[in-house]
């Protein structure tokens, strides 16, 4: 039996804020593995703007080579459809019965839980990693919300630095990314770079 955290995202791009999470994840002593899955569809976003998706799987695969803890998991590209993460734990648990599931989520998406698809749901399959980020004013109220309602969530205070991924596509900006990252993109002249 492991822990696995799974670790979801457009990762559009892989910046250091998601680094960060990442290496904080891997630090975690009761975590055995971290899923970094990246999001065929998200369902929560503009898909116009997303680069092609072996790229942003490649981004994730350059940064799991950092952690012995990580591991790329393209479980969201065996199916059609959005990418919710209810459906992607129900599949995980079905695929792996014996194993915890963990799910990692910003602040800011703590604070829009109980907004996801079918989040009653979601909340009495898995756990929760909420990140409190700096500058979310309404974490604690969201966290006691989503709480009161039956949700297992850890919370980690780890300094983890606030980026606009929006921002960041418009202007690649080398020390907002993991060098590998960086490097990435430039090779590959994505993001207009």
């Known amino acids: 039996m492991a822990n696995i955290a799974i670790f979801g995202g457009t990762f559009n791009p892989f910046h250091i804020g998601h680094y960060e999470m990442l290496s904080s994840l891997c630090n975690l002593e009761h975590i055995d593995k971290v899923l970094v899955m990246p999001d065929k569809i998200p369902p929560h976003k503009d898909f116009d703007n997303v680069v092609d998706d072996i790229h942003r799987q490649n981004m994730c695969a350059l940064v799991c080579d950092d952690f012995s803890k990580a591991e790329l998991c393209l479980i969201e590209f065996e199916r ?11 599949l995980l648990k079905k695929k792996h019965p ?21 989040w009653k749901k979601l909340i009495t399959l898995t756990s929760f990693i909420a990140f409190k980020r700096e500058g979310l004013d309404d974490f604690d109220s969201a966290f006691k919300r989503i709480k009161h309602c039956g949700a297992d969530i850890i919370v980690i205070e780890n300094k983890i630095t606030n980026i606009s991924s929006t921002k960041l596509r418009k202007r690649i900006d080398k020390s907002l990314l993991p060098k590998k990252v960086y490097d990435y993109i430039i090779e590959k002249g994505i993001y207009n770079v």
Do not use: C, H, P, R
């Not at 059609?80 to 129900?90: A, H, M, P, Q, R």
């Open 98 to 118: 014996q194993d915890n599931f963990f799910v990692a989520i910003g602040g800011d998406m703590l604070s829009t839980l109980d907004t996801w698809y079918n």
């Open 80 to 90: 059609e459809g959005k990418s919710y993460t209810v459906d992607t734990i129900k």
